[in-house]
């Protein structure tokens, strides 16, 4: 059983900068997908950015493309999510999710995934 642990949120200023962290448990990291997702409270969660098991490709959705980043690392069985020009309306908890499937391009559907972290809150303040 893949477990997914995230870290690295926090509280910071509008504008500002974080990076998030996914570290997975197992030797299976390379060969599946990773999303990333947000809950905002109130609010359902919302699939941001995905990456294949490869790296080679990418998805981000648009309220947040162009200031995040995501990426991965095999060899250290993790990926991550830098944020960039941060915005109060990106305040949530923050979780990465296994994909199911291996795809040469990256998913945008959030039921592709699966084996979510505890998350991880993110507070952007005005």
């Known amino acids: 059983q893949v477990q997914l642990a995230e870290s690295g949120g926090g509280l910071v200023q509008a504008g500002g900068s974080l990076r998030l962290s996914c570290v997975a448990s197992g030797r299976t990291f390379s060969t599946y997908a990773i999303g990333w997702f947000r809950q905002a409270p109130g609010k359902e969660r919302e699939l941001i950015a995905t990456?294949?098991?490869?790296?080679?490709?990418?998805y981000y959705a648009d309220s947040v493309k162009g200031r995040f980043t995501i990426s991965r690392d095999n060899a250290k069985n993790t990926a991550y999510l830098q944020m960039n020009s941060l915005k109060p309306e990106d305040t949530a908890v923050y979780y990465c999710?296994?994909?199911?499937?291996?795809?040469?391009?990256?998913?945008?559907?959030?039921?592709?995934?699966?084996?979510w972290g505890q998350g991880t809150q993110v507070t952007v303040s005005s």
């Open positions: 999710a296994r994909g199911r499937f291996m795809s040469a391009t990256a998913t945008k559907d959030p039921y592709d995934f699966t084996s």
């Open positions: 990456i294949t098991w490869s790296g080679n490709s990418k």
